[in-house]
């Protein structure tokens, strides 16, 4: 896909910049850090997600398994009391912790956080959402409910900077909402159309397309929103915006974004950088769905194909 399909439809005019780029094999082969050869699981990350509530432990499973098979040394999962054994018995290679009557849950330790996935939106899970985000000193990426608690708690000038958000485009309304009106160096108004070349810089106004709004909330909070949907793409609040060459639409099912939430998790806590691991866990989360669609076909793609071909996805990665 070239970028002016991408760039299609953008309102153009002065004075915000983007500069545009694509993700490509051969960039992300430019990203990855190898295996030291004296590795051990303490010197590759412990990852923490804390995901799951009673009934929705399919999120926390989905999100662990991707979130081991990223590489990382050890993962702890915190969920709903009530899914332990479903969790000891779907995951043995994690560890289990557990949320309930808490209302935040401790960081020490952990290298990075990532959490929301089939958290649900009781009172119980709002309090804990809120403290946890709030005292994060570590690499975090927020998804799903964690990102609907945001947006009805109105608190998001008081979280840290350097988050990574993943919301699909429904999420991502409802977060934009929260926000309320944008204070960075997004405008509100324009108009034009927008034509890109893929080098240099673009001049790109809000709100006239979804990824220029969340360009401008990015640089709101100071972060990063990675905008799931038909062609994914990460603004980040340097004024980047790097869009994805991988991914299909057999990808749009249920718990794909559990996946990617695990993977981005993951390779925050084997220490890439927040940029770099939200941009090739992006992209190694759609290849692993391409060739899980090369195989099965689009028609029957599931979450859990995506992490059964996570392994070939790196193996072509790191090669």
């Known amino acids: 896909m070239a970028i002016q399909?991408?760039?299609?439809?953008?309102?153009?005019?002065p004075p915000v910049e983007m500069?545009?780029?694509?993700?490509?094999?051969?960039?992300?082969?430019?990203?990855?850090?190898?295996?030291?050869?004296?590795?051990?699981?303490?010197?590759?990350?412990?990852a923490l997600l804390v995901a799951g509530s009673h009934g929705m432990a399919g999120a926390a499973v989905l999100a662990t398994r991707a979130c081991l098979r990223s590489g990382v040394g050890k993962c702890t999962v915190c969920t709903a009391a009530r899914n332990n054994d479903i969790l000891q018995i779907s995951v043995p290679e994690a560890i289990v912790t557990h949320y309930d009557g808490g209302a935040d849950v401790s960081l020490g330790g952990y290298d990075a956080l990532g959490i929301g996935p089939g958290l649900g939106q009781k009172p119980e899970a709002v309090g804990m959402v809120m403290e946890t985000l709030r005292q994060t000193e570590i690499p975090t990426v927020v998804d799903a409910d964690a990102i609907n608690i945001l947006a009805k708690a109105f608190e998001l000038e008081k979280l840290p900077q350097g988050l990574i958000f993943t919301p699909h485009k429904k999420e991502?309304?409802?977060?934009?909402?929260?926000?309320?009106?944008?204070?960075?160096?997004?405008?509100?108004?324009?108009?034009?159309?927008?034509?890109?070349?893929?080098?240099?810089?673009?001049?790109?106004?809000?709100?006239?397309?979804?990824?220029t709004r969340a360009m401008a909330f990015a640089m709101d909070v100071k972060g990063y929103v990675l905008l799931k949907g038909h062609r994914s793409a990460m603004c980040c609040h340097d004024g980047e915006l790097i869009y994805n060459s991988t991914g299909n639409a057999g990808m749009a099912t249920a718990g794909s974004g559990d996946v990617l939430t695990g993977i981005i998790t993951g390779l925050l806590a084997r220490d890439y950088d927040r940029k770099t691991a939200a941009a090739l866990g992006m992209y190694v989360h759609g290849l692993a769905g391409d060739l899980a669609a090369e195989e099965l076909g689009m028609e029957s793609l599931i979450a859990t194909d995506i992490i059964r071909f996570l392994p070939q996805a790196l193996k072509k990665i790191y090669s």
């Not at 309304?173 to 240099?200: D, S």
């Open 19 to 46: 500069k545009v780029s694509e993700l490509t094999l051969q960039r992300c082969r430019g990203l990855v850090v190898q295996r030291p050869v004296d590795a051990h699981k303490g010197t590759m990350g412990h």
């Open 172 to 211: 991502f309304e409802r977060l934009e909402e929260g926000k309320g009106t944008l204070t960075g160096t997004g405008t509100r108004t324009g108009t034009g159309t927008g034509t890109g070349t893929g080098t240099g810089k673009e001049t790109i106004a809000f709100p006239a397309d979804d990824v």
């Open 5 to 13: 399909d991408f760039m299609s439809g953008l309102w153009c005019v």
